[in-house]
């Protein structure tokens, strides 16, 4: 069966749909507080110990956006968000971390809102996420 894409109760991909659900998303998304931090920090380095004990890869994806989503992201968060996963990344042998968050790959119509990929992008994102699994994690 053909990857279907999102189905949630966003917004079709016209220009003026993307701009406004983007900034919706982006809002929805944004977290007002930092109080579960730590707690979610210790839960990954839980999952990333029993991970190297079993000698399990992990792969950590930024999916893509749609521009009006990634524009109004809280900045702030984002980086911080992209930091602490790429350290995960730089100081454990088993995990990689791709940030496909604004591949230009990735065009207005692969986009079923700004912050879900239509049945063709996932399609396109299945396909990415199979050769970055294939590249980084292949059986020698």
Do not use: C, M
């Not at 990333?48 to 009006?68: G, R």
């Not at 995960?88 to 990689?96: A, E, G, Q, R």
């Not at 065009?107 to 809102?113: G, L, S, T, V």
Request: charged content about 30%.
């Amino acid at each position: 069966a053909e990857a279907e894409g999102y189905k949630g109760q966003g917004e079709d991909n016209k220009p003026e749909k993307l701009e406004e659900n983007g900034k919706q998303a982006a809002w929805r998304h944004t977290k007002k507080s930092n109080y579960l931090l730590k707690s979610n920090l210790d839960q990954l380095e839980n999952i990333l110990s029993l991970a190297e004990q079993n000698k399990w890869n992990i792969l950590f994806v930024t999916t893509p956006a749609f521009h009006t989503y990634r524009e109004h992201l809280d900045q702030n968060q984002l980086k911080s968000t992209v930091e602490i996963i790429s350290n995960l990344s730089l100081h454990n042998d088993n995990v990689k971390y791709y940030n496909l968050i604004d591949s230009p790959e990735f065009i207005k119509e692969d986009f079923y809102d700004a912050d879900h990929l239509s049945g063709k992008g996932a399609a396109k994102f299945s396909k990415i996420l199979n050769n970055l699994i294939q590249k980084e994690f292949k059986s020698d």
